[in-house]
């Protein structure tokens, strides 16, 4: 197995983080919709903040392990078509998805106020229809750039 082969495998394996990630914000998002206890939106605060620990680590290997096999495979140079559309993609999903963070973050922040106050939340306070939206939009474009690398059209 040569260096270009590992590279591959953690190319890879950091879009599988990427994905894993985005599946538990969905998880998080949809399980957040009606809640009302303000101490289990907390909680889920803290696996917002694992997935978003693991989106990292997805995103920056796989624009630097995938830029590496650009410039180290023979078959590829970084300005073919579908690279630099899986680039464009990748800056719009990471973009849409730390919007969608932000959102999100916020609506945790408001549940540790309504704590400290001994307050309940309201049904859908912690629902955020822009963050919504940003998450769907990283989620397509994320599905978009992996069929653009499962496919690899023009090259």
Do not use: C
């Amino acid at each position: 197995m040569g260096l270009n082969d590992w590279i591959l495998s953690l190319h890879e394996l950091s879009a599988f983080a990427l994905v894993a990630a985005l599946v538990l914000f969905w998880v998080l998002v949809v399980a957040s919709r009606s809640m009302t206890d303000v101490a289990l939106r907390i909680s889920f605060g803290r696996m917002q903040d694992v997935g978003s620990r693991v989106i990292g680590v997805g995103f920056v290997g796989t624009i630097g392990f995938g830029l590496w096999l650009s410039f180290s495979k023979d078959d590829y140079v970084p300005w073919d078509g579908w690279i630099v559309a899986a680039i464009i993609l990748w800056v719009i999903a990471g973009d849409t998805g730390g919007r969608a963070g932000a959102k999100y973050n916020k609506l945790l922040e408001r549940a540790q106020e309504l704590k400290l106050s001994g307050q309940e939340a309201q049904p859908g306070e912690f629902r955020s229809s822009s963050g919504e939206l940003m998450l769907a939009i990283s989620s397509l474009a994320t599905l978009l750039l992996l069929i653009d690398m499962i496919f690899k059209p023009g090259a």
